[in-house]
Each structure stands twice: as structure tokens, then as C-alpha cells.
């Protein structure tokens, strides 16, 4: 499937259009609400519709974990994963909290935990039991790369078919920014140290480590900067191939994608390469703190909703940003419009 470039879901130019109208004609200041706005457009064009459906939503947390965790590149120990996996569907996590604020439905879905997850309520797609150390070794095979891709591509139909208006994106994944930095630095041709940060927040020496171990692995496996499928298997990892997979499958099906941080930007920098104009389908939520992510969003034209610092991951962010479209739902739904009390303006 992911050697076969999927058709993508039209772009309707003329809802957005009614939607602009429509946000136009309400009683307030031309374009008054802003990037508010641009986001109701967004979303009237991947829907076709001028009233975005947006009261179903679900976000997905892909977990994995990551070898290259082994070379010391992350400030979290490796149990984290697979304890803030359970801890997520018990409802006490990050995007737990907040997806309970915003009325969004949550799944967790194992595509690489280093633990077995069997019994939790974690959805079993285990590809493997993390990667292999990138520092040392390719992190998984190209088989492994597209069994990641496919089970994120499943898991997202599965929940478009359960009815859900809006996908969201999230992950758990000890070590994962080191890999999301070696991707995103091969696919968009810049060089490590301008993507590599404090992931989960290691000291400066240590970051100069981790910006080594992901020059070191991009020099040693070579992945293909043409083959994102390659890129993804010499230094990705399992999570990240899962959110690219996701983020594929809505794109095809006309359903808006709600992207989280830079894991999330790592996922989309793959689903956009695979196939170009998925980033027209897709919302950016907030601006991570993560050192590379105004590279990664910069080159996939995406403008975040939201800069509040954060760098939690899991899909907080992605989580947060319903915030926004309900505020936004609630404007269509109660405000006047200019013609209701009789304004015309005279530029
Ligand atoms: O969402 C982000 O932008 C983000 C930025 C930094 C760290 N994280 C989370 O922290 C973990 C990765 O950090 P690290 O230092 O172990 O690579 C992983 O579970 C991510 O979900 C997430
Ligand atoms: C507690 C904790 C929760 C996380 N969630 C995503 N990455 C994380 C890293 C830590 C350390």
C-alpha cells in the first residue's frame, strides 16, 4: 500500500469559500476573529461542508520504544512508556486530563512498547519490542518500517469508521525525539544540529551527544532522502511510522487530522514525502518547544493554532486545540449576523 501513492480526498475551494462568507457576514469586524477563522475554512474545505462536523473525536497515542534510548540520548528512563500507556487509559496522563476537558475520546495503541501490554485496554499492533539502537544498527527492517505504517493506517480507519469527526495524533515513546530528529533532518536536508533539542530535557553536554549519535547514524545506514520508507527504517521509529500511517489514512478519507508536536511533525514530514498535499488535510495544534520544530512546520506550510511552550507530547497539545474549533462551533451557532442587526461597512 505504501509503495502505491493513495488518492487524496478533495480539497472543496468552494466551501472554503462559503465558509469565509458565511464568517464574513457574522456580526463582528471583518476577519476580526483571525487564524480562528483560517481554521473553520480548513476545516469547511476537507469536510465539503459549511458546517464542520467536529462533536466526535478520538485522539490516537501510538507508543514505542527506542534502542537508541540504550546510548543516553533521553532524560527519561525507558519504563516510562509502557507505565504512562496504562496511566493514559486510566485517565491520569497529560492528554488523559485534557481529552477529558475537551470531550475527546482516547486509545493507546502499542506498535512497539518493551513490555507486555496484553489485558490493559492498550491496543495490541506490536510490530516489535522497540527498535534496535540506530547508534549501533539500522532501527528496523523496511518490512518493519511499512508493518508501522499500515498499523497506524488501520487503527485510523477503524476509528473514522466508529464515526469520529476529528482524528488526533499522540505518542509515548522514550528516546523518540532522537529519531524524530534524524528523520526530519535527512528528509528536509538540514543539518542535525539544527533540528536536535532537549526532548524530554537533557543538559547541554548530553544534547551535544545526541546530536552525534544522529549525525553518526545518518553517515553510517544512509537513508535515501528520495525513499521515506528507508529514512523510516534506518533511523525511525515505530510510533512515528504509525502517526505517518494515521495521518495518510484521513487524508484519503476527507477526515481532519489534528497534529500534536514534533513526533507528530516527524509523522507528517513522512506522510507528506510519501504523499504530497497530505499537509493540506492536516491542523497544526501548537508550536513545541522542541528546537526543530519551526523547520519542520515551516516546510510543510503549516501555521500552529497555539505557542504555549509545551513539549509534554502524547497528544496534549493536539487535545487542547478542540478548545479552539468548539469555541469557534459556538460562534457559528449563536452569533447575529451584520444583516441581523443592520450594519453595512464602508471601508
Ligand atoms: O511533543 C513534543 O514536541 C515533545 C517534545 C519533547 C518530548 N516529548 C515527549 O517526551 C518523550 C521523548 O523525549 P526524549 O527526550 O526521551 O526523546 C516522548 O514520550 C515524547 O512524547 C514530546
Ligand atoms: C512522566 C513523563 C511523561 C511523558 N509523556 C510523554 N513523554 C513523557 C516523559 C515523561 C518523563
Known amino acids: 500500500m505504501f509503495n502505491v501513492r493513495p488518492t487524496l480526498s478533495p480539497i472543496s475551494e468552494a466551501k472554503r469559500h462559503a465558509m469565509k462568507v458565511k464568517l464574513d457576514g457574522l456580526a463582528k469586524p471583518t476577519g476580526g476573529l483571525g487564524r480562528l477563522e483560517t481554521l473553520m475554512i480548513t476545516l469547511a474545505g476537507i469536510q465539503q461542508t459549511t458546517k ?6 478520538c485522539v490516537m497515542v501510538f507508543a514505542g520504544d527506542h534502542g537508541v534510548e540504550r546510548a543516553g ?20 496522563t ?16 502499542d506498535v512497539g ?30 518490512d518493519e518500517a511499512i ?55 537533557i543538559s547541554t553536554e548530553r544534547m ?31 510510533e512515528i511510522g504509525a502517526k505517518a500511517g494515521a495521518i495518510l489514512c484521513a487524508a484519503e478519507h476527507g477526515v481532519p487530522l489534528i497534529l ?35 523547520c519542520a512546520l515551516d516546510w510543510l506550510g503549516l501555521t500552529p493554532m497555539l505557542d504555549l511552550q509545551m513539549a509534554v507530547g502524547e497528544g496534549s497539545g493536539a487535545v487542547l486545540a478542540l478548545s479552539l474549533i468548539d469555541a469557534m462551533q459556538s460562534v457559528l451557532t449563536h452569533m447575529n449576523t451584520l444583516a441581523d442587526i443592520d450594519v453595512r461597512f464602508k471601508p
Open 52 to 57: 464542520p462536523r467536529t462533536a466526535k473525536r
Open 73 to 92: 540520548v533521553s532524560a527519561t528512563p525507558r519504563k516510562v512508556t509502557w507505565e504512562q500507556s496504562i496511566n493514559t487509559l486510566e485517565g491520569h
Open 94 to 109: 497529560t492528554v488523559a486530563s485534557l481529552a477529558i476537558a475537551n470531550h475527546c475520546d482516547v486509545k493507546v495503541i
Open 113 to 142: 512498547v518493551d513490555h507486555d501490554l496484553s489485558g490493559t485496554g492498550v491496543i495490541d499492533k506490536k510490530v516489535n519490542w522497540g527498535t534496535k539502537n540506530l547508534a549501533e544498527e539500522p532501527a528496523m527492517t523496511r
Open 147 to 201: 508493518q508501522c505504517l499500515q498499523a497506524g493506517y488501520d487503527v485510523a480507519l477503524d476509528t473514522i469508521n466508529e464515526g469520529n469527526d476529528l482524528l488526533l495524533i499522540g505518542e509515548l515513546g522514550v528516546g523518540n525525539t532522537t529519531p524524530a530528529s534524524a528523520i526530519i533532518s535527512v528528509l528536509l536536508g538540514v543539518p542535525a544540529a539544527d533540528v536536535v533539542g532537549r526532548g524530554s530535557v
Open 208 to 238: 551535544a551527544h545526541k546530536t552525534k549519535v544522529v549525525e553518526k547514524a545518518i553517515a553510517d545506514w544512509q537513508p535515501d532522502p528520495n525513499d521515506p520508507v528507508d529514512v523510516l527504517s534506518k533511523v525511525g521509529g515505530f
Open 260 to 294: 500534536d508536536g514534533f513526533l507528530s511533525y516527524a509523522g507528517a514530514v513522512i506522510a507528506e514525502k510519501l504523499d504530497p498535499g497530505v499537509k493540506d488535510h492536516l491542523i497544526a495544534s501548537h508550536l513545541s518547544r522542541e528546537f526543530g520544530s519551526k
